[in-house]
């Protein structure tokens, strides 16, 4: 059991901390509320009366930091540069996401570690000094193990991973952010977030049938869109709510990433309870019980919702319907009723090549048994599947628990292969065979995530995302036509059959069992004795070089570097992939800078024109160019700029590479603040159609840089090529704080200085 003191303190302090909070606000308190101002630092400044949400910034104490693999490289390289004995705060590290899936999960699990034996080693090694919790390769992805150790209700943590609001499933404020943000919280500094707005979601009715908490976040994800969420956070709430399983509620928070939300979140009930006993984690469910009638949001919340939420959704669970969503993005949400119409209306690949369930999003005891539950007609009804199909557990916890009561052993019966307990191609860890051709084809998961490119690097992948059992269901058909709800298969004696309504269990009977969790408890090292070292000749690993402090001055000569057209996700920013292999050496990794961003010039990617000379090459090479000639550059984008993964990366390299300045149609949350983190500009068009003015040879200026201040725009100068000019306003978000940022040259500075 970890953190139990911790947690009893936090209990101790909550009915006053809200009181205090209710008092000032002089109404009822939503339950995200109370977590936050339980939370909140104080200082003789702050008011709380005067928060306003969506525009005040306020400093928070989490509880917790958690990492994976990918991300804590640069994190911890940061650290290190921060000159501290010890982290500030409890902190684990997962290694999930450098495991490549390929042939199953012994033989990638090898592979792995052989591969990546030097990340490993640096990570543990770290770990072990600085007293970081720290989770060997195998052992699971992060929010599974999460889940199942760590997150507790009415607690509040960050994670170097967007994915990590799975945790609001178990009542707490999880928060993906940059490895910067992490890093502030691990040295023991407050953590900065601008105050969000609350959207309710009322839940009513209960699932049935072939539903399930998925299509709750796939129908939510419809109506909101991929920003919607943006700057928010979501609570549900409800007698639906109630009767979801607490890995359900996980599910459905998890996923609330892809509405660019900040985290998602459930008041605490039964099913969290019984949850945390099954985790074997009774004392916990004990104090948490005891606790309960503060751990949600007061009665009147949800008898008036549209009176304190900033808006309300109301979803009926009787009558909501399995769907299915995408190509290409997360928030394309298609009923199963409608979805065969469309595939054919839009011309998408019919047949399934590849069904995919597991990951963080579902891989829970349930999720596999409902799975399992279809899988196992298949072999009743003598179907044969036609799809390829593969199985990614969660945890090591699950793994083996799923294993010793038989259910992988009904998805290897028709053909399944298990992968690794890792992330694996729901992050592009995925050596498929054939994706080099870059053939038109569909591929269906119960992931989260499915941008162009994401799983396999194929842009012609159209990826789908359902429920585990849809995607069992659906891989058994191999057709995207199919309709288990209402459509019959043909099995190997010409009968038509038809698949029942998928069962399930929440919770082992037997309760969770694991031989060997992959843990090593920090607590058993001395640190002062483990040194960290790191070859100069490493292509992987890469100790930092602080970033130049600002000058004072304005930015003259700034070229463009690329004008990006539409969707520039982080993914088009720094490439996932074979690019996690770099993930802890800035300058190797900076060489896929942009590379999937579409120019607006000549719809091509990493394909830009170079201002020196006239010719035309890759993104990375041209900006290296400017930089060894010193010129800045500036990147401009369009809505939504940095959405999908929090990696730091997409705002490390521009730095490292010499870009000084992005200029947006809008941010996504998470990006927008590690460019802060990292000394850059992150500015937006104050008048979006500015956009249409910059052209592909302009020449840019900074010309009141030197008045930066809160709330005070910036001005552009556009300096074309035949000689005009035009001024253009620029908003910023930036606070007195974060300005400090901007002139020390990273946030990372501004902390060292004071060490």
């Known amino acids: 059991m970890f953190d139990l003191e911790i947690i009893k303190n936090i209990y101790n302090d909550f009915e006053t901390k809200t009181k205090v909070a209710r008092d000032a606000l002089k109404r009822p308190l939503t339950f995200t509320e109370k977590v936050l101002f339980n939370h909140i630092d104080i200082d003789e400044s702050l008011v709380l009366s005067e928060l306003g949400r969506g525009s005040s910034y306020v400093n928070f104490n989490p509880d917790r930091v958690a990492m994976q693999d990918?991300?804590?490289?640069?994190?911890?390289?940061?650290?290190?540069?921060?000159?501290?004995?010890?982290?500030?705060?409890?902190?684990?590290?997962?290694?999930?996401?450098?495991?490549?899936?390929?042939?199953?999960?012994?033989?990638?699990?090898?592979?792995?570690?052989?591969?990546?034996?030097?990340?490993?080693?640096?990570?543990?090694?770290?770990?072990?000094?600085?007293?970081?919790?720290?989770?060997?390769?195998?052992?699971?992805?992060?929010?599974?193990?999460?889940?199942?150790?760590?997150?507790?209700?009415?607690?509040?943590?960050?994670?170097?991973?967007?994915?990590?609001?799975?945790?609001?499933?178990?009542?707490?404020?999880?928060?993906?952010?940059?490895?910067?943000?992490?890093?502030?919280?691990?040295?023991?500094?407050p953590w900065e977030l601008k105050f969000p707005r609350l959207i309710g979601v009322c839940l009513k009715g209960e699932l049935s049938g072939w539903a399930s908490a998925k299509d709750v976040i796939l129908k939510v994800a419809g109506i909101l869109t991929v920003k919607g969420g943006t700057g928010s956070i979501v609570e549900y709430f409800g007698p639906g709510a109630e009767k979801l399983s607490c890995t359900g509620k996980g599910t459905i928070c998890n996923m609330g990433a892809e509405i660019g939300a900040t985290t998602s979140i459930f008041p605490y009930d039964q099913s969290m309870s019984n949850y945390l006993r099954s985790t074997n984690r009774n004392d916990l469910a004990d104090l948490a019980d005891q606790n309960a009638e503060f751990l949600c949001g007061d009665s009147e919340i949800y008898k008036y919702p549209e009176e304190y939420f900033d808006e309300v959704l109301t979803i009926d669970l009787d009558t909501l319907e399995p769907h299915i969503n995408g190509p290409f993005t997360p928030d394309l949400a298609t009923p199963i009723s409608d979805f065969a119409e469309s595939a054919k209306k839009n011309g998408w690949p019919l047949k399934l090549d590849v069904g995919l369930i597991g990951s963080c999003t579902n891989s829970s005891y349930e999720d596999i048994t409902r799975a399992a539950s279809i899988a196992k007609q298949a072999k009743e009804k003598k179907l044969k599947i036609k799809s390829e199909f593969t199985v990614t557990p969660g945890s090591e916890q699950v793994r083996y628990t799923v294993d010793r009561d038989g259910y992988l052993d009904i998805f290897k019966?028709?053909?399944?292969?298990?992968?690794?307990?890792?992330?694996?191609?729901?992050?592009?860890?995925?050596?498929?065979?054939?994706?080099?051709?870059?053939?038109?084809?569909?591929?269906?998961?119960?992931?989260?995530?499915?941008?162009?490119?994401?799983?396999?690097?194929?842009?012609?992948?159209?990826?789908?995302?359902?429920?585990?059992?849809?995607?069992?269901?659906?891989?058994?058909?191999?057709?995207?036509?199919?309709?288990?709800l209402t459509d019959t298969l043909v099995n190997e004696d010409g009968d038509n059959v038809m698949l029942r309504e998928p069962s399930g269990i929440e919770s082992p009977p037997r309760g969770f069992a694991v031989e060997n969790n992959g843990f090593i408890d920090p607590e058993k090292f001395s640190g002062k004795e483990i040194e960290i070292n790191i070859d100069s000749n490493s292509k992987r690993l890469q100790l930092l070089e602080p970033f130049k402090a600002w000058d004072g001055k304005n930015i003259k000569n700034l070229k463009l570097l690329i004008k990006a057209k539409g969707k520039c996700t982080t993914d088009h920013i720094s490439m996932a992939g074979p690019w996690l292999f770099y993930r802890g050496h800035l300058d190797n990794i900076s060489s896929n800078l942009l590379i999937g961003a579409i120019n607006y010039f000549n719809d091509k990617s990493n394909h830009i024109k170079n201002q020196i000379d006239g010719s035309y090459g890759q993104v990375p090479d041209v900006q290296r160019i400017y930089k060894a000639e010193n010129i800045p550059t500036i990147v401009v984008g369009d809505e939504n700029y940095g959405e999908g993964s929090s990696r730091e990366h997409a705002a490390m390299e521009p730095r490292h590479l010499g870009v000084r300045v992005v200029l947006v149609k809008s941010f996504a949350r998470i990006h927008e603040t590690n460019l802060k983190k990292q000394g850059m500009l992150a500015l937006t068009f104050q008048n979006k159609e500015d956009y249409n003015k910059i052209?592909?040879?302009?020449?840019?200026?900074?010309?009141?840089?030197?008045?930066?201040?809160?709330?005070?725009?910036?001005?552009?100068?556009?300096?074309?090529?035949n000689g005009t000019r035009e001024i253009i306003i620029c908003n910023h978000t930036y606070n007195s704080s974060q300005i400090e940022w901007f002139r020390a040259g990273s946030a990372l500075n501004l902390i060292r200085s004071k060490q």
């Open 413 to 484: 019966d028709i053909g399944g292969m298990v992968l690794a307990n890792a992330c694996g191609p729901c992050i592009g860890q995925w050596d498929r065979h054939g994706a080099e051709k870059q053939e038109k084809n569909s591929i269906i998961t119960s992931f989260n995530r499915n941008f162009a490119k994401r799983a396999d690097g194929n842009p012609n992948t159209h990826g789908f995302v359902a429920s585990p059992e849809i995607v069992t269901a659906m891989a058994i058909a191999g057709d995207l036509r199919f309709n288990p």
């Open 695 to 721: 052209l592909e040879d302009d020449t840019l200026e900074l010309t009141n840089l030197n008045e930066f201040s809160v709330g005070k725009t910036l001005e552009i100068k556009i300096i074309h090529s």
């Open 70 to 189: 990918a991300t804590a490289q640069m994190a911890l390289l940061q650290f290190i540069m921060a000159g501290k004995e010890k982290v500030s705060v409890p902190t684990t590290v997962h290694c999930d996401h450098l495991i490549q899936a390929k042939v199953g999960a012994e033989e990638d699990l090898f592979i792995a570690k052989k591969t990546n034996s030097e990340v490993y080693n640096f990570l543990e090694s770290v770990s072990k000094k600085y007293g970081i919790g720290f989770w060997e390769p195998g052992a699971g992805i992060i929010h599974q193990v999460v889940l199942e150790n760590y997150a507790f209700p009415g607690g509040m943590m960050v994670g170097t991973d967007s994915h990590t609001v799975n945790a609001g499933g178990l009542g707490m404020v999880a928060i993906g952010v940059g490895g910067a943000d992490a890093v502030d919280v691990m040295v023991g500094m």
